[in-house]
């Protein structure tokens, strides 16, 4: 039984129940993700708070702004990780398929057998 990586397309006698790494690793970047967005909404929460006319707060705004953007852009990375995982079950599910067909009709790449003329 062969290794599957993330990288790599899984053979059709590969164990198609097996969890799949890529909900582990779509779930971890995600929460990566999620933990940047709830820093710079704190930041912006202190940040709106405490805005008057002497505090205007750009500077914490402008970062916390870009790692929103960041941290939105990880959990789309995310989102992609998860339907990959998605289409390599598919690849499970048709390579399996593909040869419990060939098993159940007989089919093969071989040739037919030659029968001999009456």
Known sequence: ?????????PGP???YRK????????I??????????????IA????AAGVDQ??????????SFGLTILSFGT?????AIVLMGIVVRLWFRVDAVKDALRSLHGHSDDPPPAVDPV
């Not at 969890?19 to 779509?26: E, L």
């Not at 912006?44 to 940040?47: F, R, S």
């Not at 205007?56 to 705004?61: I, M, N």
Request: net charge positive; glycine share 6%.
């Open 1 to 9: 039984m062969a290794t599957l990586s993330l990288a790599a397309r």
């Open 13 to 15: 006698t590969d164990d």
């Open 19 to 26: 969890p799949s790494n890529y909900r582990k690793v779509g």
């Open 28 to 41: 971890a970047v995600a929460f990566v993700g999620l933990m940047g967005t709830m820093v710079a909404f």
């Open 44 to 47: 912006n929460l202190v940040a």
């Open 54 to 63: 002497a505090n205007s707060y750009q500077e914490t705004l402008a970062w």
């Open 75 to 79: 959990i789309k990375i995310a989102v």
